[in-house]
Every structure is written in C-alpha cells, then in structure tokens.
C-alpha cells in the first residue's frame, strides 16, 4: 500500500501564505502524477492542482497565479505553495498520488487524510 502523509494546514489571514506538503511511502515502484484536491462541506472536491512526473502542471482557475505546485522525486513528495490566500480557498485540502507497488502491474490513486486550511481574518 502507499501511504500518504499530509501536513502544513492551518489558519491564516487573507492575503498571508501557506505551504502543504505531502510525502508518499511505502512500497512504491513509479509515481506518475501527483496532485491536491479541495473540498468545503456540501460540495464536491474539486482539482486545484496537478503535476505530472515530468513536471508539466495544471491549476484551477481560481488558483491560478497565486499557487504554486512542486515535487521532488527523490522525496517522493509533493507540495503546494499558497500565497495571496482568500477566505474562499478556505477547504480541506487533500493530497492526490498515481502509484504503482512493486507488487503490482498497474497504476492506482491514492488520497491523503487532509487538511485543514482556514482563512480568515
């Protein structure tokens, strides 16, 4: 199994900065794409960013020039720098990782446990 651990949530002002992070482990063989996902209470989740191995990106609109998606294969991890942050973008905040097992001959996702970002003055 791949496990994901998430962390750098919490509560901010409007306008301050953020960074989560996101390290997968377990008996990985490849990681394709990675990415964070955001949902409210009552609303689906909702995309916010991807990244792909080779590095190419996509963001959701709303996102776009504020955040700022990295990883580091090494590290197996992935991150997501939030600037400009808006009480909108308040959500749970979930991290997203195509792996295969070295016991495996495919690709699965995997998600995170969450986490909590708040922004409010």
């Known amino acids: 199994q791949v496990q994901l651990v998430e962390s750098g949530g919490g509560l901010v002002q409007p306008g301050g900065s953020l960074r989560l992070s996101c390290a997968a482990s377990?008996?990985?063989?490849?990681?394709?794409?990675m990415g964070w996902y955001r949902q409210v209470p009552g609303k689906e989740r909702e995309l916010v960013a991807t990244i792909s191995s080779g590095g190419r990106t996509n963001y959701a609109v709303s996102v776009k020039g504020r955040f700022t998606i990295s990883r580091d294969n090494a590290k197996n991890t992935v991150y997501l720098q939030m600037n400009s942050l808006k009480p909108e973008d308040t959500a749970v905040y979930y991290c997203?990782?195509?792996?295969?097992?070295?016991?495996?001959?495919?690709?699965?996702?995997?998600w995170g446990q969450g986490t909590q970002v708040t922004v409010s003055s």
């Open positions: 377990g008996s990985i063989f490849s990681i394709n794409a």
């Open positions: 997203n990782v195509e792996g295969r097992l070295y016991s495996s001959t495919y690709y699965s996702h995997y």
